[in-house]
């Protein structure tokens, strides 16, 4: 009998790969950012689930799919993963939370990516509402 590796489900990727470029187009900068990244690719697992998911910048945007062989992988729970990403100041994770391995200048280039991550959050809003209920 054989093990096969769970995979995540197809409809979640696409979410998930929707909602990363929804916000990366709220920051102007973000996509030249990608521009430097592209063809680049991160596996995330999260503990405990087996399976990983890569994450590929593909013509300025983000492509969700199963990990084949990344440049990067990071693995932790998603706790450590969120406590990570709110990352603001000396904070720092207790040693083994987070184990990442691969491309180190890569990891550098992803981490000022996301430190200078700036979305801006009023214009869905500002569009949908108008310019004034918008930004209240």
Same mark, same amino acid.
């Given at each position: 009998m054989?093990?096969?590796? %769970?995979r995540? @489900?197809t @409809?979640? #990727? +696409? #979410?998930?790969e /929707?909602?990363l470029n +929804?916000?990366?187009?709220?920051?102007?900068n973000a996509?030249?950012?990608?521009? /430097? #990244?592209e063809?680049?690719s991160?596996?995330?697992?999260l503990k405990p689930? %087996?399976?990983?998911? *890569?994450?590929?910048? +593909?013509?300025? +945007?983000l492509?969700a799919?199963d990990a084949?062989? %990344? $440049?990067?992988?990071?693995t932790?729970?998603?706790?450590a993963?969120?406590?990570l990403?709110?990352?603001r100041?000396?904070? *720092?994770?207790?040693?083994?939370?987070?184990?990442?391995?691969? $491309?180190a200048d890569l990891a550098r280039?992803?981490q000022?990516?996301?430190a200078?991550? $700036?979305p $801006?959050?009023?214009?869905?809003?500002? *569009?949908?509402f /108008?310019?004034?209920?918008?930004? *209240?």
């Amino acid at each position: 009998m054989t093990t096969e590796t %769970p995979r995540w @489900p197809t @409809p979640l #990727l +696409r #979410l998930l790969e /929707g909602g990363l470029n +929804r916000v990366l187009a709220l920051d102007g900068n973000a996509t030249e950012s990608l521009l /430097g #990244l592209e063809g680049r690719s991160v596996a995330l697992r999260l503990k405990p689930w %087996p399976a990983a998911m *890569q994450i590929t910048v +593909r013509g300025g +945007r983000l492509v969700a799919a199963d990990a084949a062989a %990344p $440049d990067l992988a990071i693995t932790a729970t998603p706790g450590a993963l969120l406590a990570l990403a709110a990352e603001r100041g000396g904070f *720092q994770l207790p040693a083994g939370r987070v184990d990442i391995s691969g $491309d180190a200048d890569l990891a550098r280039r992803i981490q000022k990516l996301l430190a200078g991550l $700036d979305p $801006d959050w009023d214009r869905p809003f500002a *569009q949908f509402f /108008g310019e004034v209920a918008g930004h *209240q």
